[in-house]
């Protein structure tokens, strides 16, 4: 008993050498992947490293990888429940063309084994969907495109000699007033989702482009997916439970998505605010989708869509799944990318 006591005691030992050993030189990897941040980037976005490649490593613990989505966009829901954390779907539509995106948001400590949750997400993500993944600089010329600042393609050994602020160098100058936010030469109106219909009557993102003005106007919608814990589906199914008189056991909420739906609509500044508010919550209406005019941290949730996730804007809804399911194919169902 004694041996076996002192065998497995040695045993235990040697593993922990053995994890020592595999976390120091993961460590050594990784510094020789990541780079450290400019200060003011630190500063102002809370990022500290980047992998040129694409994976971007924030204060608060996330990691970010940014894709392209060149087809297969309706299936995005399907995959979302099976990737290993939370991933955020943009649409973007200006200039009479449509791009989508897919952000994929991963908590970690070691730069490796988050590398490695990355690529089976990956993997996920092409069972269905044709995705390019985005490097570093890739991702950034995208965010300037959005922005309005694609005269000039990012240059990252520039950034990273000059020790510049990402954030300054990609996000346009946002105001914001008791009428709205204006947005370099543009008016936004910023919206969420209150409520998902039963039934998706018809697909929205092309007429409110058209409302917004097809020469001067640009629509954004990001649709963030979280994981839908223990403790989240209890309490779902409580006020369930309570707003149908009938028992809806915490189980079955597993057929629901934890999604948080945002709208950004670009006009012209020569547009009037309010009819194009209401014009785009009567098209929403009109697809049975409850959507409201955003009320405070308006300039947070533009350029958490701008910035494809990195400043950080969520606010879950339960949603069923086959309701979200049936808003991808009726949006995205068509693989177009002309409006």
Known sequence: MAYGTRAEMLEEKRMRRERERSRKESIKSAKKELLIAPKKTRRSLGLLQIDPAGVLHFEDGRWMKFYRVVSGMKNYPKAAERISGPGIFTAFLSDGRARYYITLIRQGDIYAKVKKGFSEDEEILSDGMKIEPLSFCEAVDEILYMAGKSNKAFDFKEFMKKRKDL??????????????????????????????????????????????????????????????????????????????????????????????????????????????????????????????????????????????????????????????ERLFKEEFGYDQNKV
């Open 167 to 324: 954030s300054a160098l990609t996000f346009p100058k946002v105001k914001e007033d008791k009428g709205g936010l204006e947005c370099e030469v543009f008016s936004v109106e910023e919206f969420f989702i209150m409520e998902y219909p039963e039934e998706i009557v018809k697909s929205v993102l092309t007429d409110c482009y058209e409302i917004a003005g097809e020469k001067d106007g640009k629509v954004i919608m990001s649709l963030e997916f979280g994981k839908t814990d223990e403790k989240a589906r209890r309490e779902y199914s409580e006020y369930l439970s309570e707003r149908y008189s009938t028992e809806v056991k915490a189980e079955l909420i597993e057929a629901f998505l934890n999604v948080c739906g945002k709208v950004s609509v670009f006009f012209g500044k020569d547009k009037d605010r309010k009819e194009i508010a209401k014009k785009i919550m009567d098209e929403f209406a009109g697809a049975g989708i409850l959507i409201g005019e955003r009320y405070g941290l308006k300039e947070q949730a533009l350029l958490s869509q701008l910035s494809l996730g990195m400043i950080e804007d969520s606010d879950y809804e339960i949603v069923a799944r086959d309701i979200v």
